[in-house]
């Protein structure tokens, strides 16, 4: 079945340390898309990326980076310099820009 | 800048009840608008996308509009159940893929 692979689930991090999201798709998809979540809030941008070995900041990339190797896959890095990391991470994808998303099942990293 | 509010914030319903939820927007100029439903814990999962030269799309129980001269869309659920309950949120494309969202509504509907 063609969709989005988010890994891990769940995702602990030690203050200080740089950790990274996985997110994975088969659906043949230019674009992808990096989101965060906070409790009863909106999703906001991150990072998002039209083509592969290019990407653009979103509203809130401070503290983040992303690379574009493979048209499959878009991870995310969380560096120690985000100074509130914990929240939900949803990785999205879309045929083109403009033509609605396939989102992935969300990556909830904490602080410990 | 686009901004995109969605009231109420939650909303409960006796089952069997038809409901609708409501989704402002601020810049006409859009190329979609997407309604998704969000379970707790969970990704978000696509329920209609409405094109910004299109009025309203149908999929089973679900009916959305778009009227784009006034900033509104709405999400119409006919004879809502139990397990329509979740969260769904409305996101707004002014830029060729880069959407806002809005908080969302919560719903709730009561067997």
């Known amino acids: 079945d063609g969709g989005i692979t988010q890994s891990p689930k769940y995702l602990f991090r030690k203050e200080g340390q740089n950790v990274t999201l996985s997110c994975e798709q088969n659906?043949?998809?230019?674009?992808m898309y990096w989101y965060r979540q906070d409790p009863g809030q909106g999703l906001r941008l991150i990072y998002y990326s039209q083509i592969v070995n290019d990407f653009q900041k979103g509203d809130i990339a401070e503290g983040y980076s992303v690379s574009r190797e493979k048209k499959e896959s878009f991870p995310l890095t969380v560096t120690s310099a985000q100074k509130n990391p914990t929240a939900f991470y949803l990785c999205?994808?879309?045929?083109?820009?403009?033509?609605?998303?396939?989102f992935g099942s969300g990556t909830r990293l904490t602080v410990v | 800048k686009q901004e995109v509010t969605q009231i109420p914030a939650a909303l409960s319903v006796p089952e069997g009840e038809n409901l609708v939820l409501n989704c402002s927007f601020t810049d006409s100029a859009i190329y979609n608008l997407q309604w998704f439903r969000q379970d707790p814990g969970k990704g978000l999962t696509s329920l209609l996308l409405?094109?910004?030269?299109?009025r309203e799309q149908t999929s089973g129980r679900l009916n959305a509009s778009l009227d784009k001269s006034s900033g509104r869309s709405t999400l119409y659920i006919a004879a809502s159940q139990p397990g329509d309950s979740a969260t769904y949120l409305c996101a707004v494309d002014t830029n060729a893929g880069k959407s806002t969202f809005g908080d969302g509504t919560t719903l709730t509907v009561k067997p």
């Open positions: 409405i094109q910004s030269s299109q």
């Open positions: 659906l043949n998809h230019d674009a």
């Open positions: 999205a994808s879309s045929i083109w820009t403009g033509e609605g998303y396939t």
